[in-house]
C-alpha cells in the first residue's frame, strides 16, 4: 500500500512517498518531494504504481469489475459478512448499471482520480437525482475496494470523491402533533368496534399495530416482526425485522436496532390480547401473522390498516397526481417513528438514549434528522413507563 511520510531533518521538512516495488528486497521503493502536494500527485499519477500493478489482471474493465463485484455481494458477501438479501442486490445491481453504462476511457488499472471525478460530473449531468448518484459513487467506492483487495489494483482511486447529499434547503421530517396522533388512534378505535364485522375483524389486528407503531417509535419491518418471545411486562426487545422485500425475517437494520424500548401498559395488554386471543399458530412466533403464517405485507398494512385510519381520522390532503386531484392520507407508517421521537425529545431525553432508542448507529444519524426538534425542546420532563401515557 501506498503512503505518503512527513519527514522533519536537518534540512527541514520534507514528504516521503513509500510504494510497493518489486525492485527492491523489503518490498517497497521511496521518493522525496519538498512539499505534499507534490507528493500527492507522483501517487496520483501512477508513476508509483507502474512498477507494481498486477503483471496479468484477469479483470479488465469496469463493466467486470462490477459484476465480479455484484457477484461476491450475491455469493460470497463482503468483507467477511454474509451475502446480501435479494432485496439489497436489486439495488446493487440497479446503481452497477450507471457504472457499467459510463464509456470508462481506460482499463481498470490505468484510471485515476480524475476519471472518477469525470464519471461524477456525468452522473450529476441530469443522469440522476443527487440521492441516486450518492449511492451510485458508494457502490463505486465498494467495487474499487474489493478490487485492490484482490489485487486487481493498488489503490482505490476513487478515495475522497463523494456526492454530499448534504443541503441547506432539506425539508425536515414530517411529525405529526400530539392531537393528529389522538384522532388517528381514536380512529382505529372507532374501526375495532364498528358494525361492519369484517371491518371489525380487521382491527382486532391493525388497532395493536398501530398504537405499538406510536408507542415504540419502531420501524414498520420491525414490529410487523415482533415475536410473542419478545413483549414482557414492561416492554419489548427488537432483535428482527422483515427484510427489504419482504421475502423473509432477517436481523434488525444494523447492529444498533437491536434495543429494549418501555411501552404503557395498555399498549402492552392490547398487543398480549392479540396474541392471545386472535393470533393465528406460526412457525416464526409472530405476535400478527397473515393468515398463511407468515408476517404482514408491509404495504398492505400501509394501504388497508394505516391509509384507512387516517381517512376515518380526517388526516388527509388533497394532492395532484397523474394529472387529478385526489385525497391522499397526510401521514406515512414511518411518521409514528418521528412522533415517538418528538415527544422523547419533548422530555429532555438525553441524545445518546435518543439515539440508542432509535436504534441508529451513528449519533450523526439523529442530529441530521431531529436537530431541528432537538433545538426547540422543551425544558419539562415527565415521569413515564410508555409514551403514550403522556396523551391522556
Not at 502536494?37 to 469496469?62: H, N, V
Not at 398494512?301 to 388533497?318: D, K, P, S, V, Y
Not at 435518543?354 to 433545538?375: K, V
Request: charged share 30%.
Amino acid at each position: 500500500m501506498s503512503d505518503v511520510r512527513k519527514r522533519t531533518g536537518s534540512k527541514g521538512t520534507t514528504y516521503q512517498v513509500r510504494y510497493p516495488s518489486k525492485a527492491t528486497k523489503s518490498g517497497y521503493a521511496y521518493k522525496t518531494f519538498s512539499t505534499m502536494k507534490q507528493a500527492r500527485a507522483f501517487l496520483e499519477s501512477g508513476k508509483a504504481r507502474s512498477s507494481t500493478a498486477t503483471s496479468e489482471p484477469s479483470i479488465r474493465t469496469m463493466r467486470e469489475a462490477a459484476d465480479e463485484w455484484l457477484r461476491i455481494c450475491e455469493k460470497e458477501g463482503l468483507d467477511g459478512r454474509e451475502p446480501v438479501t435479494l432485496y439489497t442486490l436489486k439495488n446493487y445491481r440497479y446503481r452497477a448499471r450507471f457504472i457499467a453504462t459510463y464509456e470508462w476511457p481506460k482499463a481498470l488499472q490505468e484510471l485515476l482520480p480524475p476519471d472518477i471525478v469525470a464519471f461524477r460530473s456525468w452522473l450529476l449531468d441530469g443522469r440522476s437525482s443527487r440521492s441516486v448518484a450518492s449511492k451510485v459513487m458508494s457502490t463505486l467506492h465498494s467495487i474499487l475496494k474489493e478490487m485492490t483487495l484482490r489485487g486487481q489494483m493498488q489503490f482505490n482511486v476513487a478515495t475522497g470523491i463523494s456526492v454530499n447529499q448534504k443541503t441547506r434547503y432539506r425539508e425536515p421530517v414530517t411529525v405529526p402533533s400530539k392531537t393528529d396522533i389522538l384522532a388517528l388512534l381514536r380512529a382505529a378505535d372507532r374501526l375495532a368496534n364498528a358494525d361492519n364485522k369484517q371491518i371489525r375483524q380487521t382491527w382486532e389486528r391493525y388497532r395493536p399495530i398501530l398504537y405499538l407503531a406510536a408507542d415504540s417509535g419502531m420501524r414498520p419491518q420491525e414490529y410487523l416482526a415482533i415475536a410473542t418471545g419478545d413483549i414482557d411486562d414492561q416492554g419489548v426487545t427488537v432483535n428482527r425485522a422483515i427484510d427489504g422485500g419482504g421475502f423473509k425475517l432477517t436481523v434488525t437494520k444494523t447492529d444498533a436496532g437491536r434495543r429494549y424500548i418501555e411501552l404503557s401498559p395498555d399498549v402492552i395488554d392490547m398487543v398480549r390480547h392479540y396474541a392471545d386471543n386472535h393470533g393465528i399458530r406460526n412457525d416464526f412466533d409472530l405476535v400478527f401473522p397473515a393468515r398463511n403464517g407468515k408476517w404482514l405485507c408491509r404495504k398492505n398494512w400501509q394501504r388497508r390498516g394505516f391509509n384507512a385510519a387516517c381517512r376515518e381520522a380526517g388526516l388527509t390532503e388533497t394532492i395532484r397526481k397523474d394529472g387529478k386531484q385526489i385525497e391522499a392520507p397526510k401521514f406515512r407508517p414511518y411518521d409514528l417513528r418521528h412522533f415517538y421521537a418528538s415527544l422523547l425529545i419533548e422530555q429532555n431525553t438525553n441524545l445518546k438514549k435518543l439515539q440508542s432508542l432509535m436504534g441508529h448507529r451513528n449519533i450523526e444519524t439523529t442530529f441530521n434528522t431531529y436537530g431541528h426538534l432537538l433545538d426547540r425542546g422543551e425544558n419539562a420532563r415527565v415521569k413515564r413507563t410508555g409514551l403514550l401515557d403522556i396523551l391522556h
